[in-house]
């Protein structure tokens, strides 16, 4: 039964079918690579990531550009310093105690004078535990 006659009862086509190799010989080359280099289309349009400006259209149908927009700027540096004293001092550090040529091997306490040494090994308060303190038990039988 043949009903292709009839509008609408023949599915429609999705998708490509494969071409013949034969076919895709006639226009693919993979030596080939113009589909990289060639370039198809190029765009007049032209941006500042930094710096944005935007063709828009007013009410009155007038093309106006939107540009810089107040505080998307970062603020000016300073002007140098002109005091050569400041200059010459800036990134010296002989004002900070100890951050001097020859300070590392002398330690954080190499300045303080111990006052004070404790024993912390003294068991003389603690009964039996002082050396010949344990009681001998009866003799062994031999």
Request: proline share 10%.
């Amino acid at each position: 039964m043949n009903v292709t006659d009839i509008p609408g009862t023949v599915a429609r086509v999705r998708h490509a079918s494969r071409p013949n190799p034969d076919e895709v010989a006639k226009y693919f080359n993979p030596i080939d690579y113009r589909d990289v280099t060639h370039c198809d289309f190029k765009t007049k349009r032209s941006t500042n990531p930094l710096s944005p400006t935007y063709v828009h259209r007013d009410d009155d149908g007038d093309l106006k550009e939107i540009g810089v927009v107040k505080g998307s700027y970062p603020c000016v540096l300073p002007p140098p310093r002109e005091d050569q004293n400041f200059v010459k001092t800036s990134l010296t550090t002989t004002d900070i105690h100890l951050c001097a040529i020859g300070t590392k091997g002398l330690g954080n306490f190499h300045t303080r004078i111990r006052r004070e040494y404790k024993n912390t090994n003294v068991t003389k308060d603690i009964p039996g535990a002082n050396p010949g303190s344990l009681k001998r038990g009866p003799e062994p039988i031999r």
